[in-house]
């Protein structure tokens, strides 16, 4: 049997929240190159423009229908409305991804209350209304994946809330992926390192990026490309993976 047979997503739907730039943008072209149709979520109408270039680039490479979604994922009405939307233009969704989220590198003691429910809302909230609609909506056999971050396992200070609003998204893959056996759905997280991105360089100092780069494998950050292949395996050839936190950072941590 040759498994490069299963590299496929010819005849599915996905539907990428955040997946209109950075690692949700290059997700969404691997996704389109195996033949899956799209729904791409972003955040605000400010990013229509962007949204629209991209859209239009993946239907005429690659002969795929692609359709864009603008909505705030901490409310459930807004993940419901995204999902029922995927439904009325696919007939169903095979494969869903919660890319959304927020990074703010401070103090503890510094967090406002009003910062504090801003993380909750991108890291916590959206996910775990994500979670519940695509544990609805999916797909029999289908695949939930979130990202998360390789900092669930370091023991640092300044990232305490980030930390402490995405480790939540590990537990409710595991519930859901327990909750799901029976329709066979697989959910999992993956969990970058310091990805080189514009998000990152805005937190950090250039000594702190330079030890972030002294962790990782080849003295680098975490790139974009190299976490969108494991998103591709989950979502084609590796549905025995259910329950799981995929740590891929390089050797930055380790769970």
């Known amino acids: 049997m040759s498994f490069l047979s299963k590299v496929s997503l010819k005849g599915k739907s996905s539907i990428i929240t955040g997946g209109t730039k950075n690692l949700g ?18 955040h605000s109408q400010s990013g229509t423009p962007e949204a629209e270039k991209l859209k239009k680039e993946l239907e005429s490479e690659y002969g795929i229908q692609v359709f864009l979604f603008a909505g705030d ?43 504090f429910e801003t993380m909750d809302d991108r890291n916590n909230k959206a996910a775990f209304f994500f979670i519940q609609a695509a544990s609805k ?11 998360v971050t390789s900092l669930l396992a370091a023991y640092t200070p300044n990232y305490g809330v980030y930390q402490g609003t995405k480790a939540p998204v590990e537990y409710y893959s595991k519930a859901a992926s327990k909750e799901l056996h029976g329709k066979q ?16 360089y805005g937190q950090e100092t250039k000594e702190s990026v330079e030890f972030c780069k002294s962790c990782g494998m080849g003295n680098r950050l975490t790139k974009i490309d190299d976490i969108v292949p494991i998103l591709r395996f989950l979502a084609t050839e590796g549905g025995w993976i259910t329950g799981q936190t995929i740590f891929a950072s390089g050797g930055f941590t380790a769970h």
């Not at 943008?25 to 972003?42: K, N, P, Q, V």
């Not at 909506?137 to 990202?147: F, H, K, L, Q, T």
């Not at 759905?185 to 990152?200: K, L, Q």
């Open 25 to 42: 943008a290059l997700t969404a072209r691997e996704f389109a190159a195996l033949g899956s149709d799209l729904i791409l979520h972003y």
């Open 73 to 115: 994922l901490k409310h459930q009405k807004a993940n419901e409305d995204l999902f029922k939307f995927a439904i009325d233009k696919f007939g169903k969704v095979d494969v869903a991804v919660n890319n959304v989220g927020m990074v703010m590198k401070k103090p503890q003691v510094e967090f406002t209350e009003e910062e």
């Open 137 to 147: 909506y999916v797909a029999e056999g289908g695949r939930i994946i979130s990202i």
């Open 185 to 200: 759905i697989a959910v999992n997280c993956v969990a970058p390192g310091p990805m080189d991105t514009p998000f990152f």
